[in-house]
Each structure stands twice: as C-alpha cells, then as structure tokens.
C-alpha cells in the first residue's frame, strides 16, 4: 500500500458510470441564501450622475421615476438645479409617498 497521496477520482454513479463530485470530501455544502433575495422593495425613482474627471467636461444627469418622469440636464448648473428638484420629487410623488385617505 503506498503512502503517498493520489488524484480524486470521479464518484461511481449508481447505474456504473462515473460522475464528478459535487464538492470535495469535508468541504461543507450547505446552500447559502440568495443575497438578491425578494425583500418586497422595488426601485421606483432613480436619479444617474455622470460627472467626467477631465477639467472642462460637462457633467450630467437624468432623473426617472415609475410616474412616467424622465428629465435629463447637462452642464454645472442645470444639473445641480435637477438634483434639487428630482429630491423635492421624491417627497412629493403619489408613486413614493402614498396618500392617506380620512377616514
């Protein structure tokens, strides 16, 4: 019998065949969560922000949400006026802040 180590072999399958292993012998396989799991939350109002490295570039940026809203700014101050204003649209979009009716 030899002391030295020798390579895996595949796992004999139970109609004779080989198959591979799935993972290696002491090798935990526990089935970890999904980590993009359903939580409920669904993304409904986004604001993108390109801001180019190089000086004298433009930035930009374009403001969507699920109401039907899609604006797009270029330039330093238009884009910094649509990020304020796509902030008050999120506080004021029925899709966001649902109303309460009175009871």
Do not use: Q
């Amino acid at each position: 019998m030899s002391t030295r180590p020798r390579p895996a072999e595949p796992t004999p399958t139970t109609d004779g065949s080989s198959a591979p292993k799935v993972v290696a012998e002491g090798v935990p396989s526990s089935v970890r969560p999904d980590p993009r799991a359903n939580d409920g939350r669904r993304p409904v109002a986004w604001l993108h922000i390109v801001a180019p490295p190089s000086y004298g570039a433009s930035p930009s940026v374009r403001s969507w949400c699920s109401c039907g809203r899609d604006i797009f700014a270029a330039g330093r101050a238009r884009v910094l006026a649509l990020i304020a204003d796509h902030a008050e649209h999120r506080a004021a979009c029925s899709r966001l802040t649902p109303r309460r009716e009175a009871a």
